[in-house]
Each structure stands twice: as C-alpha cells, then as structure tokens.
C-alpha cells in the first residue's frame, strides 16, 4: 500500500496538459486545494510555477534611460523616513513604476522558484524562497503593475498568470493558499517553546 501515496503524489504533481496559469496548479488551483508535505512535491510545484513567470518575464519593457531618471526623482528619491512623499505615490500609478516593478518582482519570483528547485530539501532555504515567493505572488503593487500593463497593450491576458477578472484577489489568494498549504507544512520545530 506504500506505492498508492506515492502513485498519487506523481499524479497530482504531474505537468498539466497545456498548463497556462496559476488557475491549472494542482495545489492551490481553482478547483483543488491539497496540501502538500514532501520535499518532492514542493519541487514539482515550484516547477510548476516557475515557467509561468518565465514565459512572462522577456515580454516585461525595460525602461529607457529618461524613464530611469524620472523614475528615480519621482519615486525612489522620494522616499524617506517618515515614507513615501506625495510625488512618490503619483508616480507609483505610473506605466513608468509598472514597467519597473513588474520586471523586478517577476525576476524575483523566477530565483524564489529556482531556489526551491535547487535547496536540496534544506528546509531554512526552503522555507526562505516560499516565504518570498508567496509574498511577491500576493503583493498588490505587483498585481496592479501587470494590470496596468495589460490595460496598456503592452501584456495580453494571455501572458499573466491569472485572468484579468479580479486579478489582484486572485493572485493575493494563490499567495495565501501557498502559506496555508505548502509553507505551514514545511516540517521543523518552529512552534516549540
């Protein structure tokens, strides 16, 4: 009776037929939430995961010298202790922002995959990445910055992770589901006293 769990976690993990987003996981898909407990099965999902971004990333602008500069008065040296100044929030609703954060987050969430990938079951690196990754998947200014692009022309619905209806809850609940069933079940003693 051993190879039935084993047989299920093959199935369940196994690559979906024409997998395009988030909503075709087996995991935290939409119509399945499984919890899963092996290394082995994190892996897959991470790998599951990965190519999404990927497919997304080389379609992300980079931004010309003059938006680097603009970006960088209107936002990045606008911001200080006391947080963000008002000219600092315009320019975060910029096309200018979102070119930038979605290339930077979607980079990000392509190393998180990879390190998962490539922890070999250390579970402190594991459990770093899916913490990271879960966070850059769930964060709303990364949401909006895709939107925003894909309201622009410059992404198609097809090139997002998610559908365009309700895309920013529906990626802040993939970030959820991935904390409930992937990184609470990461075994180690961090609930003892």
Not at 97 to 105: D, G, H, V
């Amino acid at each position: 009776m051993k190879l039935y769990p084993t047989l299920l976690a093959t199935l369940m993990f196994a690559p979906v037929a024409n997998a395009e987003t988030l909503n075709d996981s087996l995991v935290c898909g939409a119509t399945t939430l499984t919890a899963i407990h092996t290394p082995g099965e994190r892996d897959r999902l991470a790998a599951f995961i990965k190519p999404i971004f990927e497919r997304i990333y080389p379609k992300l602008p980079t931004l010309s010298p003059s938006e680097q500069a603009w970006l960088k008065a209107e936002y990045q040296d606008q911001l200080g202790p006391n947080g963000a100044s008002q000219r600092a929030i315009s320019a975060s609703t910029s096309t200018e922002f979102a070119k930038w954060y979605a290339r930077m987050i979607t980079a990000e969430i392509i190393q998180e995959t990879a390190g998962i990938i490539k922890s070999q079951y250390d579970v402190g690196i594991e459990m770093r990445e899916w913490t990271y990754l879960a966070m850059d998947i769930r964060d709303d200014s990364y949401a909006s910055s895709l939107r925003k692009l894909a309201e622009a022309g410059i992404l198609i619905e097809e090139d997002l992770p998610l559908p365009l209806d309700d895309f920013a809850i529906r990626m802040r609940l993939f970030g959820d589901c991935l904390t409930g069933k992937v990184i609470v079940q990461i075994p180690g003693d961090r609930y003892k006293d």
